[in-house]
T-cell receptor, first 115, second 113 residues
Framework: AQSVTQLGSHVSVSEGALVLLRCNYSSSVPPYLFWYVQYPNQGLQLLLK??????LVKGINGFEAEFKKSETSFHLTKPSAHMSDAAEYFC?????????????FGKGTLLTVNP | EPEVTQTPSHQVTQMGQEVILRCVPISNHLYFYWYRQILGQKVEFLVSFYNNEISEKSEIFDDQFSVERPDGSNFTLKIRSTKLEDSAMYFC???????????FGPGTRLTVL
């Protein structure tokens, strides 16, 4: 079985500050990893994904994440936070089965950006 | 830009009643999913669907749940006899292929009284 742990249910940063959202995974097979963002009253939107190519993955809106196998981590970063980044962020790992690849999610981290 | 849509956005029902949650996946997608998120908890996988049959389901997806693709556009989740613990946000998702990105709808908030 695969699992995801997101450290910190709530992260608060100032506008312009570094954003760091932590994600650790557990997997007995090489994982595919994802970060999704959810803005209020909207669905989950894919920010970026790791699929065993480059370990540093760049996504939308200036976010990136680095896959570190030795640390079983896939932390999400952005150099400079913007007010529009305020949202909930979910880390997810694939779990293969049948002919589909279901996602196993973390509990989410709510990002607040202060002016 | 194509998107997954879900109706209704909020459903309130009495315990024991049947509910049907509706989703319209992106038109050229072949794989369909339901997930749910109980307030304050993780987003959990319920079921995946491909080629008009369930390809995988979780332990949560018991006999009270069923899915159907009644026509070429809709994908539905039915809960036959709702329980209080079924109260959650239900997300539909679709993908073009099994390894492709899953696109999520905005969710249906189900409240069971």
């Amino acid at each position: 079985a695969q699992s995801v742990t997101q450290l910190g249910s709530h992260v608060s940063v100032s506008e312009g500050a570094l954003v760091l959202l932590r994600c650790n995974y557990s997997s007995s097979v090489p994982p595919y990893l994802f970060w999704y963002v959810q803005y209020p009253n909207q669905g989950l939107q894919l920010l970026l994904k790791y699929t065993s190519a480059a370990t540093l993955v760049k996504g939308i809106n200036g976010f990136e994440a680095e896959f570190k196998k030795s640390e079983t981590s896939f932390h999400l970063t952005k150099p400079s936070a913007h007010m529009s980044d305020a949202a909930e962020y979910f880390c997810a790992v694939t779990s293969s089965g049948g002919s589909n690849y279901k996602l196993t999610f973390g509990k989410g981290t709510l990002l607040t950006v202060n002016p | 830009e194509p998107e997954v849509t879900q109706t209704p956005s909020h459903q309130v029902t009495q315990m024991g009643q049947e509910v049907i949650l509706r989703c319209v996946p992106i038109s050229n997608h072949l794989y369909f999913y339901w997930y749910r998120q109980i307030l304050g908890q993780k987003v959990e996988f319920l079921v995946s669907f491909y080629n008009n049959e369930i390809s995988e389901k979780s332990e949560i997806f018991d006999d009270q749940f069923s899915v159907e693709r009644p026509d070429g556009s809709n994908f539905t989740l039915k809960i036959r006899s709702t329980k209080l613990e079924d109260s959650a946000m239900y997300f539909c998702a679709s993908s073009e292929g099994s390894w492709n990105e899953q696109f999520f709808g905005p969710g249906t908030r189900l409240t069971v009284l």
